[in-house]
């Protein structure tokens, strides 16, 4: 007499669409294979080569030596200044805003504070330039009424590019703390409250120390934006304040020599370093800000 065999457990099957959705994603992968990559790798192709016309190019270490010196350093170093400080000042100012449109009670101010970040966030370049040189320009609106310019106001300075880059900082800030303050719990509060400590106790002890890695990614955030823009200061200062976005598009535009294209280049390899770098800072310090806030 043969017994039935034990059924076997049944192998897990993916779903159907798992393999469709793998196949979804292959266009994307392209698109930033072909965007980015390529541009990525013929930058630093560029950075590492020398550039003589009818002759092969050789590897060499000296466009990113050159490309940390001098002036080239001096841009360098004159935006991460001009970034940290902008991001700085608009973390301060935008958690500032932020948390008083959170505890408002007019859902209208919500809505039209969110609205308005998101239009000013994404409104910079030129047309920012041109709005802050006649309001605030050597002969702009405010400048002649309020005689700025015999207090020693300039515009095309570095505290100027600080003014415009808070324009569409702040705003980005505040759209990136809202949804950390609405995470923070009433009863965190109420158990404060409930133990004596007063408001600047709470904020001290509870708040900004579980708000805190939000403020540092949005800290990151801010400043990778502030470090990457150009237009805003090419319409505005041009080289009157070193900038390493500047002096990249100097030696693209071939105002100097044939041999500084490659250190443009090389020069861009360090923003790259740079940005990655935030982002390596930026990404832990959103995923545990989300585990508290969720």
Do not use: C
Not at 138 to 160: C, E, I, M, P, R
Not at 224 to 239: C, D, L, P, R
Not at 250 to 264: C, E, P, Q
Request: charge should be positive; aromatic fraction near 10%.
């Amino acid at each position: 007499m043969s017994t039935a065999p034990l059924s076997a457990t049944p192998a897990r099957r993916r779903p159907k669409g798992a393999a469709a959705g793998r196949l979804a994603v292959v266009p994307l992968l392209l698109f930033v294979a072909v965007s980015f990559g390529v541009p990525a790798l013929a930058m630093a192709y560029g950075a590492f080569t020398t550039y003589n016309p009818g002759k092969p190019s050789q590897y060499t270490m000296g466009n990113l030596t050159a490309s940390l010196q001098g002036g080239y350093l001096d841009a360098l170093i004159g935006s991460v200044k001009l970034s940290a400080l902008s991001a700085l000042i608009a973390v301060v100012a935008g958690l500032l805003l932020a948390q008083a449109v959170v505890t408002s009670r007019f859902a209208l101010l919500r809505k039209a504070v969110l609205s308005a970040s998101g239009v000013l966030a994404n409104f910079g370049g030129v047309p920012l330039a041109f709005a802050f040189i006649a309001t605030l320009g050597n002969a702009g609106v405010l400048t002649t009424k309020l005689h700025l310019d015999q207090h020693g106001w300039s515009l095309y300075s570095f505290n100027g590019l600080v003014l415009v880059y808070l324009y569409f900082l702040i705003p980005l800030m505040v759209l990136s703390v809202i949804p950390s303050l609405d995470g923070l719990r009433r009863q965190w509060r109420e158990a404060a409250q409930n133990n004596g400590a007063t408001a600047w106790q709470y904020w001290r002890h509870v708040a900004l120390p579980v708000l805190a890695p939000s403020l540092l990614g949005g800290f990151v955030l801010l400043f990778g934006s502030a470090f990457a823009a150009y237009a805003t200061a090419a319409a505005m200062v041009g080289a009157t304040v070193p900038l390493v976005t500047l002096q990249i598009a100097t030696a693209l535009s071939g105002n100097v020599s044939a041999d500084a294209t490659n250190v443009a280049l090389a020069m861009s390899l360090d923003m790259v370093v740079i940005a990655t770098l935030v982002m390596v800072i930026y990404i832990p310090l959103q995923r545990r800000s989300a585990r508290w806030l969720v």
